[in-house]
């Protein structure tokens, strides 16, 4: 125990940058609690939601207790989505985030009646659901169209790398990512190419799986992520091991403060960070000055 | 139900392509995309590699990406099987 501290105080007075690089080695060759070669995280976190598209949504509704519903309305609350907007969602697979976006868009049309310019600037209304993962954004287009919104030009899907993003620079007024950002092999790479497709003034929001402090609860937390989930997982999806990834790879993810100085370093300015449900998820934001 | 939603995807695929190569940008190079109509797919000049649209959708994965030779497009059947191999 007394070693453990003695180690611990060592490594935070080695200089932070080595800290800094190796924990982020550590999360590119981590797969939840295995190790893992940088190389192959990508395909393995590619199998798993290859594995749960199908019920990817099912399953939030059912381990959130419908819950998510609300995080994802709190993350698009905080953007302040307006007609005309260009925006990129990545990791946004399924489109909810997309969605309800667009919604936010089309409901400021209808409260604006009858304005030329706002119909105009309707028209120019982009949001870019970008996914590496080709399964879930089948489900994400299945659902557009299950919602009318198939032949909507607002609606554009890519499949793509977070790391190595298809858009120009300055390009974006908004850069979401929801509950993905955990599963990339390098998180500063990703950070760096939102930061660079943002216009100035753009605003990037991370909504995300994090960590709880609070006693007891914690405790709790823990019991329900590592005992009910993937039993869950095993019944709703007939896939434990997907679901067992998906709890270990929240524990392995960056604490809420070092996320935010991650997000700092590349470049973003008024970085802050809000929990819900006690840190269960967090909504990190920053601004591209 | 699912192969007229197939369908649907593929028609709103091939008009949009255009549109697509306006916004997007090569993922490893950031320059600008040009169209190909057949097999759909958009093409990175600066790096001659040409990315695969399936279903409308287009798939810039840096590992997706076909290399091209520097004759044309023909020989994307060839570079198609390497990568499948090679995968």
């Known amino acids: 125990m007394a070693l453990r501290l003695v180690t611990k105080n060592l490594s935070s007075r080695i200089s932070p940058k080595l800290c800094s690089a190796s924990l982020l080695h550590s999360h590119a060759t981590s797969f939840g609690f295995k190790e893992v070669r940088e190389e192959e995280k990508s395909q393995m976190v590619g199998k798993v939601f290859s594995n749960v598209a199908s019920n990817y949504d099912l399953m939030n509704d059912f381990m959130s207790g419908g819950l998510h519903r609300l995080w994802k309305d709190r993350l698009v609350s905080k953007l302040s989505p307006f007609p005309g907007m260009k925006h990129l969602d990545v990791a946004g697979g399924t489109g909810d985030v997309a969605f309800r976006i667009l919604e936010s868009v089309n409901s400021i049309k209808r409260r604006a009646l009858q304005d030329p310019l706002n119909d105009d600037l309707q028209e120019e209304t982009r949001i870019y659901v970008c996914d590496i993962n080709p399964n879930m954004l089948d489900v994400g287009k299945n659902r557009a169209l299950e919602k009318g919104l198939g032949e909507d030009k607002s609606l554009v899907w890519v499949q793509g790398d977070a790391e190595a993003l298809s858009f120009e620079d300055n390009s974006m007024d908004g850069y979401t990512i929801a509950f993905g950002i955990r599963n990339v092999t390098h998180i500063e790479k990703v950070l760096s190419e939102a930061y660079r497709v943002l216009k100035r003034g753009g605003r990037f929001l991370c909504l995300e799986l994090s960590h709880v402090d609070i006693p007891v609860f914690k405790e709790l937390y823990d019991f329900y992520s590592f005992s009910v989930i993937p039993r869950l997982g095993e019944i709703v999806a007939g896939d434990r091991e997907s679901y067992q990834y998906l709890v270990e790879s929240i524990r392995r993810f960056p604490p809420q403060e070092k996320f935010a100085s991650m997000i700092a370093d590349a470049g973003f300015q008024k970085v802050e960070y809000e929990n819900l449900v006690g840190g269960v998820v967090a909504i990190h934001s920053g601004l591209k000055i | ?87």
């Open chain 2, 1 to 87: 139900m699912v192969r007229l939603s197939k369908w649907l995807l593929k028609e709103a695929g091939t008009g949009v392509n255009k549109t697509l190569s306006e916004i997007l940008v090569c993922p490893l190079s950031k320059q600008a995309l040009r169209v190909c109509e057949e097999p759909p797919s958009l093409i990175s000049d600066s790096i001659g590699v040409s990315f695969p649209m399936k279903d409308g959708i287009p798939c810039l994965v840096p590992t997706d990406g076909k290399i091209l030779d520097t004759d044309d497009t023909m020989k994307h059947d060839n570079a198609a099987d390497d990568s499948a191999n090679n995968k």
